[in-house]
């Protein structure tokens, strides 16, 4: 199933308690092609680049099946940099460099072949390129599935409301819904926000997991207890990959099957965390994250007699 | 099966954003002892307390199946007193007030009936009383499960080291988790507890669930999302009454059981912050225990396929 992907592609230095990496690949839309790229094939990207984005790079996102005609490439040009660097137990990270560059620029056109696309993800950029994407599209997608962030709510909260009138799936982590929501409790702040246009919401918390909310019902997948927590950048866009991933693949959007899905996003979240950049999730293989899935399942299962 | 319960039965004065309450029934012992009494009866309860315990309150207790006969109550003298103050987000809280009181001198003496029991509870307690309890035991017993917390690791760690020797499971919180091994990676932390003498530790990370390790395995429960936290005083000693409780009741030690037990536990701990005190806990229904352990089930349970 045609699954279309938004967001940067862009270039990280990060500095974790394990090391620091400087200029290393990175981007939304970059981490959630990875991840959806174990599920589906032709996967249509859409983002901005400069020229200073090597062939390699590149050509090793075509290799996993991204079709990278939708990837602007801007002669001259610089990619989107950010650098961070996360505190010692990881439960923070301060910016240091958020260099938009070619970013500044971004209105995106999408090749005819990308506007028949059925499942759609909206990775994390501003509402209205995020809105302009589904303009482009010739018929009402399968699914929408958006991710942002506090920048867009604080920022642009008009356009963040609009968009959210038109998707399905929202992630969001949870200091984020509780600011969108004003609600503190998070089951109130699902409901408070699926009233503004998702049917689903996921609340992602970390290395606390992630909760899905579909009217009444609540799934939680916790993350897994990892040995060695490299990185925890892209977390959170290989998880959205993973999920949207599989369930374009399986094309079934029942609440059991939105459970394996988020099983399947949390698995793709896990090995990115444990290496810099996209160098653990450009590399496994399918009986690998198999293997991972099914620890999540002797994690939590269990039977009540 | 017989559970004998050691810890505190006290006076607390709370303050959490949702409201004050002034000198409220509180201590380990009795939020152990009424979460297990929806699973065994006959608890052989061992604390010390003032004459300022209205008859009332202790008439309650047995009531609920608690044995009284170990808790020696001192004349003219003062029950166990803490105040504390959560913060508005529930993340933190200050203890305003530790008054030892007649706990001070606590040595106790087990009542022959007493000295048969197969399942011990030690409660939070400093842990040369904790020994003294096992001294006093006819045999061996079958469970011996122990909580313990940062002032002990820090002030008697000789003490804990010697009783840590002699247990079965630890109950212990996951940042004292990290204190008393060094590590910061819980699974790392698990594995030096557990060579410290304990086969299962259980970490508990309050609104982020539980965890429990047993050599490779691992099971994790989460905590329910409740549309209302009222007080988490005590929720850690329900969670451990709820367990041990299940355990005695169902008198099966395997993994499998261990899970549901953790469940249960998870079950007792919610109802504890849905009010203050043991105003919650002292009313429940075996139904609505059932009903909540379903809901932990619906949380977490999936299908790979």
């Given at each position: 199933?045609?699954?279309?992907?938004?967001?940067?592609?862009?270039?990280?230095s990060?500095?974790t308690?394990?090391g620091?990496?400087?200029?290393?690949?990175?981007?939304?839309?970059?981490?959630?092609?990875y991840?959806?790229?174990?599920?589906?094939?032709?996967?249509?990207?859409v983002?901005?680049?400069?020229?200073?984005?090597?062939?390699?790079?590149?050509?090793?996102?075509e290799?996993?099946?991204m079709n990278l005609?939708g990837?602007?490439?801007?002669?001259?040009?610089?990619s989107?940099f950010?650098a961070?660097?996360?505190?010692?137990?990881?439960?923070?990270?301060?910016t240091l460099?958020?260099?938009?560059?070619v970013?500044a620029d971004?209105d995106?056109?999408?090749?005819?072949?990308?506007?028949?696309?059925?499942y759609?993800?909206?990775?994390?950029?501003?509402?209205?390129?995020?809105i302009?994407?589904?303009?482009?599209?010739?018929?009402k997608?399968?699914l929408?599935?958006?991710?942002?962030?506090?920048?867009w709510?604080?920022?642009?909260?008009?356009?963040?409301?609009?968009?959210?009138?038109r998707?399905?799936?929202?992630?969001i982590?949870?200091?984020?819904?509780?600011?969108?929501?004003?609600?503190?409790a998070?089951?109130?702040?699902?409901?408070?926000?699926q009233?503004m246009?998702?049917?689903?919401i996921?609340?992602?918390?970390?290395?606390?997991g992630?909760?899905?909310?579909?009217?009444?019902?609540?799934?939680?997948a916790?993350?897994?207890l990892?040995?060695?927590?490299?990185?925890?950048?892209g977390?959170?866009?290989?998880?959205?990959?993973?999920?949207i991933?599989?369930?374009?693949?399986t094309?079934?959007?029942?609440?059991?099957?939105?459970?394996?899905?988020?099983?399947?996003?949390s698995?793709?979240?896990?090995?990115?965390v444990?290496?810099?950049?996209n160098w653990n999730?450009?590399?496994?293989?399918?009986?690998?994250?198999?293997?991972?899935?099914?620890?999540?399942y002797d994690?939590t299962?269990?039977?009540l007699?």
């Amino acid at each position: 199933m045609s699954l279309l992907v938004v967001g940067t592609v862009a270039f990280d230095s990060v500095e974790t308690p394990y090391g620091k990496e400087e200029m290393v690949v990175g981007g939304s839309a970059m981490y959630i092609g990875y991840s959806a790229s174990y599920f589906v094939q032709d996967i249509k990207m859409v983002s901005i680049i400069g020229d200073d984005f090597s062939e390699g790079e590149l050509n090793s996102m075509e290799d996993k099946g991204m079709n990278l005609d939708g990837i602007e490439k801007v002669k001259g040009g610089k990619s989107f940099f950010w650098a961070g660097k996360y505190h010692d137990d990881f439960n923070g990270r301060d910016t240091l460099v958020t260099d938009l560059n070619v970013l500044a620029d971004f209105d995106p056109v999408l090749p005819q072949h990308y506007k028949d696309s059925k499942y759609i993800m909206l990775g994390n950029l501003t509402p209205d390129i995020q809105i302009s994407v589904l303009d482009q599209l010739n018929d009402k997608p399968d699914l929408v599935m958006l991710d942002t962030m506090n920048f867009w709510i604080n920022n642009t909260p008009d356009d963040l409301r609009k968009v959210l009138k038109r998707i399905d799936i929202l992630t969001i982590n949870d200091e984020e819904a509780r600011m969108l929501s004003g609600e503190h409790a998070l089951a109130r702040a699902a409901a408070k926000i699926q009233a503004m246009g998702p049917y689903y919401i996921v609340i992602k918390r970390g290395e606390h997991g992630a909760l899905l909310f579909y009217n009444d019902k609540t799934f939680f997948a916790p993350a897994l207890l990892l040995q060695t927590l490299i990185d925890p950048t892209g977390a959170g866009d290989c998880f959205a990959g993973g999920f949207i991933g599989y369930l374009a693949k399986t094309q079934n959007l029942s609440f059991e099957n939105m459970k394996r899905a988020i099983i399947h996003g949390s698995a793709l979240a896990s090995f990115c965390v444990e290496d810099f950049s996209n160098w653990n999730i450009k590399r496994l293989s399918l009986d690998q994250i198999d293997q991972r899935v099914n620890r999540f399942y002797d994690l939590t299962q269990f039977s009540l007699v």
